[in-house]
């Protein structure tokens, strides 16, 4: 059901249900049997009646379920379940198809909707098909739910599998392509605004699991990457980042659907897995009319608006793609009970510093905010102190390589400020206007530095069972490592990301329109360029004297910073 239906759909009795008079009409007491779209399925039949089934489509690569006879005589009122607010009808003259066309036009996958007699339409993606008594049938998985409706089962045989209340039967020919995907052509076809895919890469799909790639290897040149088309630079670059080299983000690549998923999850989930991230990992290289299939369902399925042509930054993408349709777990979760994808640093100017690093800046907005994060993220996401794409709260920001977040986690074991030992306090006036290690202290420590202050400390949390051993031992810090930086000038998006792991590790600059061929009619080219020696760079108070050009725009131009904890991800 579409989100901008505005009639109610409900059902009063079960004498309310409203059937499809055509397809009733097909369906005689002494000929009843249904056959699975799967060749290998068994065929349950009635002993009166052995004619052999018709079949519309063998899907090839989705799996379907099982047909079993749902049309006996006291079980005939409910085989098409129906709104009650219209039956079914067709929207368009439909002539009687042949077998091909009707894979040509509908098949399982497909988004369909669903027109009612009251004009009321019905949207969702085709879980089945099959025949019975020569009449073709669609189990169709609907949007949002519909008093009334199942789950995709009868007669005890789940026949496809979805939430309560989402499964709808009806006459194939009842169903039309979803027109809310219609206004954008196909992204297979050649002509797909008007770029000249037969000058370019191929870009096959490519379908199972391909691990992130762990070194640069012969990627960089032009026509490598993800190639921009029309504003997309703000999703090129952030895709790059998330899935070239690490793995940090895959688990979004393969959550198995669940029952309160969108019903286009699996679709939107296999074209950005097998269409873009395998692609990219296995031929180092993604066309854009494969990209635009991805924007065109997040156009249409998110509340984020011109996703396949307007400029956007990446926090409105991760929020269409990652907390919409794939409802990903936050990365983030703090101890104020709040849950977000990525950090904002919300900082005071402070005008005696040129140069901030994103640590500094980030321990002064958590003690600003006065809130810490619950636990070790995976992934730690954080946007730069600006605001829109001109204004900057500092010129420059150093991305800080390792990112130390151990007095950031609440509850794990901190270091007295003062002596080094087990702090079991914190004071949160002692650290004004220094870094949070400054706020912990010992008992004595305490004592001693608040004899003369008017301070109030609060206790820290720390596990019983680990104090004798912290005691004696050196506190463990706990870091994040840094691996990919998106920057913007002006309008346009770019990355910086590392390829690989470790302090040593190479890194590249990623442009997804570094150059183009012809004008109106051409077509952007990506372009990936070794930069071994930004590792380095990070690492000196200012890289700015010697730096080239291009990783100066690292300083100049940060937007957001991508952190990993790689023992943590692999627990995820």
């Known amino acids: 059901m579409s989100k901008h239906s505005t009639a109610t759909m409900q059902r009063n009795s079960h004498n309310d249900r409203v059937k499809s008079a055509n397809l009733i009409a097909h369906l005689a007491p002494d000929r009843r049997r249904i056959k699975s779209t799967s060749s290998n399925s068994p065929i349950l ?246 990209v635009m299939k991805l924007r065109t369902l997040l156009e249409r399925l998110s509340d984020v608006p011109g996703l396949t042509s307007e400029e956007k930054d990446p926090e409105e993408f991760l929020n269409g793609l990652v907390a919409q349709i794939l409802r990903a777990e936050p990365f983030l979760k703090l101890s104020s009970g709040q849950e977000a994808f990525c950090y904002q640093l919300f900082v005071e100017k402070d005008e005696h510093v040129s140069l901030p690093t994103v640590q500094q800046l980030l321990e002064q907005s958590f003690a600003t905010s006065g809130v810490k994060l619950s636990e070790v993220p995976a992934a730690f996401i954080i946007q730069m102190p600006r605001f829109g794409k001109q204004y900057k709260l500092y010129q420059r920001v150093m991305p800080s390589p390792l990112l130390d977040v151990t007095d950031l986690i609440e509850g794990l074991p901190r270091q007295c400020a003062v002596c080094g030992g087990l702090a079991r306090w914190e004071c949160a006036e002692c650290a004004r206007g220094a870094a949070l290690d400054a706020a912990a202290l010992c008992r004595a420590c305490l004592r001693r530095a608040h004899s003369t202050r008017q301070h109030k400390a609060t206790p820290l949390t720390v596990f019983e069972e680990y104090s004798s051993i912290l005691e004696s031992c050196p506190v463990p810090r706990v870091y994040m490592e840094l691996f990919a930086v998106l920057c913007i000038e002006t309008s346009h998006y770019v990355a910086f990301v590392k390829a690989g792991v470790g302090h040593d590790a190479p890194w590249c600059f990623f442009d997804s329109m570094a150059d183009r061929k012809g004008e109106r009619d051409g077509y952007n080219i990506p372009e990936i360029v070794s930069m071994k020696e930004v590792g380095a760079w990070l690492s000196e108070a200012d890289p700015a004297p010697r730096a080239p050009p291009l990783a100066r725009r690292l300083l100049a131009d940060a937007y957001m910073c991508f952190y990993r904890s790689p023992d943590v991800a692999m627990y995820r």
């Not at 052995?50 to 409910?78: F, H, W, Y």
């Not at 392509?177 to 037969?198: E, G, I, M, W, Y």
């Open 45 to 290: 039949s009635t002993e009166e009646n052995q004619q052999k089934p018709k079949m519309i489509q063998e899907p090839k690569t989705v799996e379907t379920g099982i047909l079993v006879d749902v049309c006996s005589a006291e079980q005939r009122e409910n085989v098409y379940d129906s709104p009650a607010l219209g039956s079914p009808r067709a929207v368009a003259p439909i002539p009687k198809a042949s077998v091909d066309i009707l894979q040509d036009e509908i098949g399982v996958g497909s988004l369909v909707e669903v027109a009612t007699d009251v004009d009321q339409h019905y949207y969702g993606v085709v879980r089945w098909i099959g025949i019975i008594d020569d009449t073709a049938t669609a189990g169709v998985e609907l949007e949002e739910s519909v008093c009334g409706l199942g789950d995709g089962s009868r007669g005890g045989v789940q026949l496809f599998e979805c939430a309560s209340g989402r499964a709808l039967f009806v006459p194939l020919p009842l169903c039309r392509r979803d027109a809310r995907f219609r206004d954008t052509p196909p992204p297979d076809r050649p002509d797909l605004h008007h770029v000249q895919l037969s000058e370019q890469p191929e870009c096959p799909v490519v379908p199972g699991v391909i691990p992130p790639l762990t070194s640069l290897g012969d990627l960089a040149g032009k026509n490598r990457g993800i190639q921009g088309h029309h504003n997309s630079c703000y999703l090129d670059a952030t895709l790059f980042a998330m899935f070239t080299f690490t793995s940090v983000f895959d688990a979004l690549l393969y959550r198995p659907p669940e029952p309160e998923d969108s019903p286009h999850y699996s679709e939107v989930q296999r074209v950005l897995r097998e269409e873009i991230v395998n692609p990219l990992r296995k031929h180092g290289y993604v066309r854009a009319d494969r």
